[in-house]
Structures are given as structure tokens and as C-alpha cells.
């Protein structure tokens, strides 16, 4: 079993070296066979693990190595199978399968095909490293790996340097929260005397922590979270990184980087559960994330773009249910957001590869005649995301919602739901707007509308399967079947089984559901009537009001950062060049060197032939070595 377990991370290793050593001489055909092989492997060693976890498995520990011992220290580099990391697994590795799988053949012809695909299976790795590591310090390299290669596959057009631009903002950003990070666990390590999640949760209790220490600890590890999982106030990188291939923004803003956050702060639940103080700030950056992305995305006509502030809208919300106590629940919500935005982010691509690049959905419309398949699986992403009644989307929705009523109040949940309804109105929008009406592009690109090839649609086709029926895996206990909340039952023995909401009546359960339901189909009729009905295509950005133009800005999030941080770093950067760098560094060098080539000009004029001089010398050298010795 430990062989089996060692396998799966190092399997997508094995297909990064083996591209990026080799890549360059193969052909498209073997580097994705490889690409995709290794990770398809991967998934099917996951899922033999998941059936032996749920089938009464003991979590299962597998130690290769111990990488650093001092005394009674160690670190080993250990891999870690329970419910939450295997769950994690099938995730990463299932999804990750079928993005490889279509960036076959979104990517082909693409000269730096092969790079493209190690890039890919570096990324894999990386992020099964991070969640099936037995110590936070496994995590932490596993979330440096997914920074690193996120960095790469943003900037994988690096001839753009815009792109490359894109690719520095994501990297610079993550990297200070990882700064919170790395703060948080020496913190950790100075109290607990352990990275490793057995010693810290085994010992929590009996050292009856200080709720302040444990309160900074939850908020340094937060601060890594929020980054990664780009939430307010560190989420503009996220939608600038859509300067990456369509099939990187699939990958890492659905199933894989982005969700890394949301993974740390309930594989430490015992910790968060201690400190409500820490609980507090978490849901409150979330429904505040989920409010203002979901506003942006209003304003946006980037197809790409409306989709990154739709995923920061709806990370926000899986950071309000980890805040109301509901860590079940925000899992699913990440498993269920993993299927459809995929789907939708693959769907994107679809309509950018038919469009030769396109990617305003103002040059779009009409498109549903042209790509009927790419049409009628974005339409059930649409729908499962907006949270119409019995799609995945609706399940894992209502499940936040009813934790945050019970959690937080009527306060909460009214936000909580007209974030949902935010989501419903502007995916609708971006619906209407690219798929009705009429095709408002070039002669040349209604010329070459086609349906993307097989190989691109048929992950699409099985993404729609898990969107309409992913809310299987955890229907609601009111609907009194076998199997009603299953994932949490199964996620209980590694994340508890808080969920506030089972201090609600089924009435009141049902009331919530109902309301919540109702205002997402509010939302797609009104945007149906706008956009269909009127054919009202959305304004240049000229023409748009003062409030429209703070949406479309982005509430200048953008530009405060630039006048709070960057100028002012510029600024201070300028002044140590100048008073630092050049008058004290250099002027002290060049002033030393000045003095010694004048004081080497005063000694040349000693050497001027005279023998008279020269013996002067030697007889005042002869007295003063006399004058040292005798006194």
C-alpha cells in the first residue's frame, strides 16, 4: 500500500520529466498520451484509496523519508490518506484528467506544446503534494509548487509581455501571504514542537492555549489562504492570471490552486474551531469577497474575466460556510464548483478557439446554432451555478446558505443569498449575451464557426454529467433518502460534523431553499428579458453611467494598490538609490578609491631618482623603528 500511495503524486512527476526532457522530440500525440496517462493513473490509484477509506479504513501514513531530524526533531516527508486528503485527490487528479485531456486539442499546434504539458503535470504534482502531505511542512512545499507553476503557465506566452505581467502580479501576490504562512507556522512550531498534523491536533487540548496566541496563529495561516484563494484583500491577481491558455485558467481556477486555501484552513478545523474570533473575520472576508466579485462581474464583457470574478464570488462563499462552522458543506461546495467551473472555463475555450481568440462577448451572439455541444453543456453550468433546483449548484448552495442562517443570522443570510444572486444574473448575462441574438463578429469569424473536435468536447460532455447529478453526493436530510449527506458523514472523521443548520426546522429549511431558488430564477428571467427579449447588448465603456464605471473598474481596487504600495515603494526605492546606493555605497568606494590613487600621486613624487632622498628616507625609517622599539 505505501508503494501505491507513493505512486500517485510521483506518477505526474514522472510525465513533467519525462515531457520536459524529451518533449521537444516527441510528437503531440505521445507528449499528451504521456500528459494525460500518468494523470488519468493517478486518478484510478486515488479511487481504489477512496474505496478502501470508505469502505471503514483506517487513515492510511506512508514516511519515505526523514528529511530533517535535529535531536528529538524531525520532519519526515510523509504522505497522509484519510477522508479530506483522498476526497482532495480524486479532485485533483479527476478534473485535472479531463483539462488534460481537452488542452490536447485546445494547445495543438502550439510550439511550446510540450512545455505546456510538463507544466501541467508539474502543476498536479504539486498540488497532490499539498494535500496529501502528513505535515505542514509538506503543505508548504506543495504550496510553493503550485505558486511556481502557476507562475509559469500564466506566463506560458512569455513572448507577451503582458502576459508575463499578468503571470509576475499572481506570483508577487501569493507571495505575501505565503508570508503570513511561514509566519504562522513557526508560530506554530514554537508552541507545539511539531509541524505535523497528529502531534499539533493530539496536543491542542492538553496545553490550553491562550485564546490570543491561538486567534494570531488562525490569522497568520488565513492570511496564506486568502491569497492563494484570492480573497479580499489579496484577489486582483486572479482575474489578471486569464492571461494564461484557457485550459490553465480550468485548472487552476476550479479545481486545483485556488481551492488550496479553503483545503488549509479545514485540514485545521481544531484550531478554528477554538478561536471564534478567527471564525468571524473568515466569514466575514468571504461574504465580502462573494458581494464585491459578484458586482464586478456585472460589469465585465471579458468572457474569461467574468468567469475568474464568478470563482472569486463563489471561493468567497465557501469562506463563509468555513466561518459559520460548516466545513462540510464549504467541501462540497468545492467539489460541486470544481465540476461546472471547469465546464464553464472549457467552454469559454471552446468559444475562443471557434472565434480565432476572441474574447469579448459584445463580438459574440448567436453562437448556440454554430457549437451546439459547447451551447448546451455551458447552459447546464450556467444553470447549476445560478442554483435552478436539482442541478449540483443548487445542493451545495442551499447547504451554505441554510449553515450561514443558523451560523450567522438573518443579516448574513440575506448577503449570503443576493450573492447568489449576483451569480445568477451575470452568468445569465454572459449566456444571452454570447450565445443569443445575433453574431455581432467579423464576416471571417462567422466564416469559420465550427464545433471544437472530440477530443475537446467530450470533457465537456462528461462535465455536464457531474454538474447536473453532483448534488448526489450530499442531497439534504429533508428529503429523507438512503444516502442524504453522504459526503459529510464520510468527510466527518477528518473535519468534524459541525453543521449549524441542523438547528433549523424543516420548515424553515425548506423556507430558505424556496427563497434562495426563487431569486436565482428571478435573476435568469430578468437577464432573459434584458438580453433577449430587448437584444440589449452591453454599453462601450464610453458610454457608461458613474456607478456602472465603478463596476467596471473594479472599485479601483487596482488603482488604490497602486497608490497605497507600489508608487510609494517606487518612491523609497528611488531615495535609497540615490541617498544610499549612490551617495553613501558608492561615494564611500569611489571616495576610498580616490584617496588611495591621491595619496599614491603624493608617494610617485618620492620616487624621483635622487639618491639624497632615498637615503633621507632610509636614516628617518631607521629613527623611527628605533624611537618604537626603545619606548
Given amino acids: 500500500m505505501d508503494a501505491l500511495i507513493t505512486l500517485i503524486p510521483f506518477l505526474p512527476l514522472m510525465g513533467a520529466v519525462l515531457n520536459g526532457l524529451l518533449g521537444s522530440r516527441l510528437s503531440e500525440r505521445t507528449i499528451g498520451f504521456i500528459g494525460s496517462g500518468t494523470v488519468l493513473l493517478s486518478f484510478l490509484l486515488s479511487l481504489y484509496l477512496f474505496i478502501q477509506i470508505n469502505g471503514g479504513a483506517e487513515p492510511m501514513r506512508t514516511a519515505l523519508y526523514s528529511f530533517m531530524a535535529v535531536d528529538s526533531f524531525h520532519v519526515d516527508f510523509a504522505f497522509l490518506v ?51 502531505g502528513d505535515n505542514l511542512v509538506m503543505l508548504f512545499f506543495g504550496w510553493e509548487g503550485v505558486g511556481l507553476c502557476s507562475y509559469l503557465l500564466i506566463g506560458f506566452w512569455y513572448e507577451n509581455r503582458v502576459y508575463g505581467k499578468a503571470a509576475r502580479k499572481a506570483f508577487i501576490m501569493n507571495r505575501i501571504g505565503d508570508l503570513g504562512l511561514l509566519l504562522g507556522l513557526f508560530l506554530i512550531f514554537q508552541i507545539f514542537d511539531s509541524f505535523a498534523y497528529a502531534d499539533i491536533f493530539e496536543r491542542l487540548p492538553a496545553l490550553r492555549l491562550d485564546p490570543g496566541v491561538l486567534t494570531v496563529i488562525c490569522l497568520l495561516l488565513l492570511v496564506g489562504a486568502v491569497g492563494k484563494s484570492a480573497q479580499i484583500p489579496l484577489f486582483t491577481w ?65 468572457i474569461k474575466k467574468i468567469l475568474a470574478y464568478s470563482t472569486v464570488s463563489q471561493l468567497g462563499l465557501m469562506f463563509l460556510s468555513l466561518g459559520v462552522g460548516a466545513y462540510a458543506a464549504a467541501l462540497f461546495h468545492v467539489t460541486t464548483h ?27 451572439g448567436g453562437l448556440r446554432r454554430a457549437l451546439p455541444i459547447t451551447y448546451g453543456t455551458f447552459l447546464l453550468a450556467t444553470l447549476a451555478i445560478s442554483g435552478v433546483p436539482l442541478l449540483s449548484g443548487f445542493f451545495s448552495k442551499d447547504e451554505i446558505l441554510a449553515n450561514t442562517f443558523a451560523g450567522g443570522g438573518v443579516a448574513w443570510w440575506v448577503l449570503a443569498a443576493l450573492g447568489g444572486g449576483l451569480t445568477a444574473l451575470y452568468m445569465s448575462r454572459l449566456l444571452f449575451v454570447a450565445f443569443f441574438g445575433t453574431f455581432r463578429g467579423t464576416e471571417e469569424q462567422r466564416e469559420h464557426l465550427h464545433e471544437s473536435p472530440r477530443v475537446m468536447t467530450v470533457p465537456l460532455v462528461v462535465l455536464a454529467v457531474l454538474s447536473v447529478a453532483g448534488g448526489l453526493l450530499n442531497l439534504p436530510h429533508l428529503l429523507h433518502v438512503n444516502g442524504a449527506e453522504w459526503l459529510a458523514h464520510f468527510l466527518s472523521p477528518s473535519v468534524g460534523e459541525s453543521r449549524p443548520a441542523r438547528l433549523l426546522s424543516a420548515h424553515t429549511e425548506w423556507l430558505l431553499m424556496g427563497a434562495a431558488s426563487a ?63 549612490t551617495w553613501a555605497i558608492d561615494g564611500a568606494v569611489n571616495g576610498l ?31 623611527l623603528l628605533f624611537l618604537s622599539l626603545w619606548f
Fill in 593 to 623: 578609491g580616490a584617496a588611495v590613487q591621491k595619496l599614491g600621486a603624493e608617494l610617485r613624487r618620492l620616487q624621483n631618482g635622487n639618491v639624497e632622498y632615498y637615503l633621507l628616507g632610509m636614516v628617518m625609517g631607521a629613527v
Fill in 238 to 302: 486572479l482575474p489578471d492570471a486569464m492571461a494564461g491558455p484557457t485550459p490553465v485558467s480550468a485548472l487552476i481556477h476550479a479545481a486545483t490552486m485556488v481551492t488550496a486555501g479553503i483545503y488549509l484552513v479545514a485540514r485545521c478545523h481544531p484550531l478554528y474551531s477554538l478561536s471564534p474570533q478567527a471564525l468571524e473575520v473568515v466569514a466575514f472576508l468571504g461574504l465580502l469577497t462573494s458581494l464585491v466579485a459578484g458586482l464586478i462581474a456585472l460589469r465585465q464583457n471579458d
Fill in 82 to 132: 484519510d477522508s479530506l486528503s483522498v476526497w482532495m485527490m480524486l479532485i485533483v487528479t479527476g478534473v485535472g484528467f479531463l483539462i488534460h485531456v481537452y488542452s490536447i486539442g485546445y494547445m495543438h499546434g502550439d510550439r511550446g506544446f510540450w512545455r505546456f504539458f510538463a507544466y501541467l503535470n508539474l502543476f498536479i504534482f504539486s498540488m497532490l503534494l499539498l494535500v496529501m
Fill in 519 to 581: 431569486l436565482a430564477l428571478v435573476a435568469i428571467g430578468w437577464a432573459y428579458w434584458v438580453y433577449v427579449g430587448r437584444q440589449h447588448v452591453p454599453q462601450d465603456e464610453t458610454q457608461l453611467n458613474r456607478w456602472e464605471r465603478v463596476l467596471a473598474d473594479k472599485f479601483y481596487f487596482d488603482e488604490l494598490y497602486d497608490w497605497a504600495f507600489v508608487r510609494p515603494a517606487e518612491r523609497l526605492s528611488q531615495l535609497l538609490h540615490y541617498y544610499a546606493d
Fill in 338 to 364: 470544481a465540476f461546472f467551473k471547469a465546464l464553464l472555463f472549457l467552454g469559454a475555450g471552446s468559444v475562443i478557439h471557434a472565434l480565432g481568440g476572441e474574447q469579448d462577448i459584445r463580438r459574440m
